[in-house]
């Protein structure tokens, strides 16, 4: 069988995927697909791509071409971004003339993970063009870096938002939690899953995740990959979940804050203290969505709109539905105790609790719960219909797509940011790398953002642990949360 070279790909210096190409395009254009296609006749291909799309005055030069055989395991453009043509690996190619077959006389077909064979420069050589959108890195490409320069820096926001907003940020990304669990081919459990985590976890930066993924997919429904995440690695949620489709995103924290703390408190403080905050969290829904609501936005005094009874009216006239984040859950329930737990416990149930648990699967699409654990148990799960339609997947592996870091997470993210200087990491980590009998190892992020910082920073790792190693919290996954 004769070599085959249809895979054969190649790029330009300081341009991204757009500008990139396999010889199957050449095939289309021009019939043949073989070993005699030459470095001029790509050269030609690809100046016609440059020449409508970029505007950095340059010409794709034949003269000057490297055979560089490097792998993008995960996303094209994060090697391209980071390309180096001064790195003396690569072999350099001056005679326009040489074929495909001279460079690769057994053809490329048999090893799929070269992503990129060769790279041309433009003459004159112009400064790179600008690179954006989340960029996945390394072999299993759970590490992600923000595009835009190749300077490595880490977040300590709990804002996802702010997190892809500042390009070199290195993070863990977890929007795969959002294929594994909601799309409907590869989990069709309906449940809302639910997540305990002490302080310093990541609950927040998840949950303003999932707001932003839902917010980026309505306002972008007609692009594969919402702004500000990667490509997805597992099948795309976009493609099966309701266009029409808005994050409603409740913070039981401010709740906590308006409520009179102990167990003195009337039945009426409790009840002012719900509504007020009802009334605020869909007042900041509006005003975030106001693209969407247009006219129909409520106005403040119009206290009915401002119920989530009212918000449903409103949302299902205009034909749209919600996913339902919780963050700090049991926060309210922390606060409180005896009758005044009994009264929150009724209030939220009616005003907020109640029509989440009714609504699943038709008005509210899907949800998400987070908070500390409270004492073995997840308030309102007495209420059968509450009980029945979430899931505690605080101690199953699953949660570690969404909250918190496995040992796998902070040995790939220290390699991305850290290189040589995380070497002996591993080292210093209390737990274990794998599920071992029937345990679970959880890293706090907060703690392993702090010490990957110190260590970027040039500051030694025996120093960074000294009396304060990396140490999981340990769950049994045998193990689950009372109803």
């Known amino acids: 069988m004769p070599p085959r070279y249809e895979l054969l790909k190649s790029g330009v210096v300081g341009h ?34 440059h020449n409508v799309n970029c505007s950095c005055g340059g010409t794709v030069s034949a003269s000057n071409v490297l ?85 490595k820096s880490l977040s300590t926001s709990s804002d996802y938002r702010d997190v892809v907003a500042h390009p070199g940020t290195h993070f863990i990304d977890k929007s795969d939690f959002l294929s594994k669990r909601y799309h409907p081919h590869i989990n069709t459990d309906k449940r809302i899953p639910v997540v305990f985590r002490e302080a310093g976890f990541g609950k927040t930066v998840f949950c303003t995740m ?11 429904w007609r692009t594969k990959v919402p702004s500000r995440f990667p490509v997805p690695r597992f099948k795309a949620l976009r493609d099966q979940m309701p ?61 009915y709109m401002h119920s989530f009874d009212g918000l449903k009216t409103l949302l299902m006239d205009l034909g749209f539905r919600l996913f339902v984040i919780v963050d700090n859950y049991t926060s309210p329930f922390a606060h409180v105790s005896g009758t ?16 989440v648990a009714a609504d699943l699967g038709g008005f509210v699409w899907r949800g998400f719960i987070t908070g500390r654990p409270l004492h073995g148990y997840i308030p309102l799960s007495n209420r059968l219909t509450f009980a029945e339609r979430i899931e505690d997947i605080s101690s199953k592996p699953e949660s570690l797509g969404a909250i918190g870091f496995s040992r796998e997470d ?46 970027l920073n040039g500051e030694p790792l025996d120093e960074i642990l000294t009396g304060d190693p990396l140490v999981p919290t340990t769950l049994s996954t045998s193990t689950s949360t009372e109803f």
């Open 67 to 151: 055979v560089v055989n490097l792998r993008a395991v995960q996303d094209l453009d994060s090697l391209l971004e980071e390309f180096n043509p001064d790195d003396p690996r690569y072999i350099c190619i001056n005679n326009p003339l040489a074929t495909v077959q001279d460079l690769f006389p057994d053809g490329v077909e048999g090893d799929r993970s070269v992503h990129l064979h060769l790279m041309f420069a433009t003459d004159p050589a112009g400064p790179s063009m600008p690179f954006t959108g989340v960029r996945r890195l390394g072999v299993r490409g759970n590490v992600c870096r923000v595009s835009g320069t190749t300077t």
């Open 16 to 49: 991204n995927r757009r500008y990139a190409f396999d010889l199957r395009a050449y095939q289309f254009l021009h019939g043949r697909c073989d070993g005699s296609i030459t470095l001029n006749d790509i050269a030609g291909v690809l100046t016609r791509l």
């Open 340 to 355: 005044s737990e009994q009264y929150l416990e009724y209030e939220l149930w009616l005003q907020f609790i109640g029509y």
């Open 210 to 220: 999932l707001e932003s993924y839902f917010a980026a997919y309505e306002r972008n």
């Open 410 to 455: 902070i040995d790939d993210l220290a390699a991305a940011v850290c290189g040589d200087s995380a070497a002996h990491l591993a080292d210093a980590f209390g737990g274990s790398a794998m599920l071992n009998g029937g345990t679970l190892d959880v890293y706090p992020t907060k703690k392993v953002i702090a010490v990957l910082s110190r260590l």
């Open 243 to 303: 266009k029409h489709t808005l994050a409603f995103l409740i913070d039981f924290d401010i709740l906590a804050q308006r409520l009179p703390e102990g167990c003195e408190s009337e039945h009426a403080e409790i009840t002012e203290a719900c509504t007020g905050f009802m009334e605020t969290v869909i007042a900041q829904f509006c005003e975030k969505n106001a693209v969407f609501l247009g006219e129909d936005r409520p106005e403040n005094s119009y206290k």
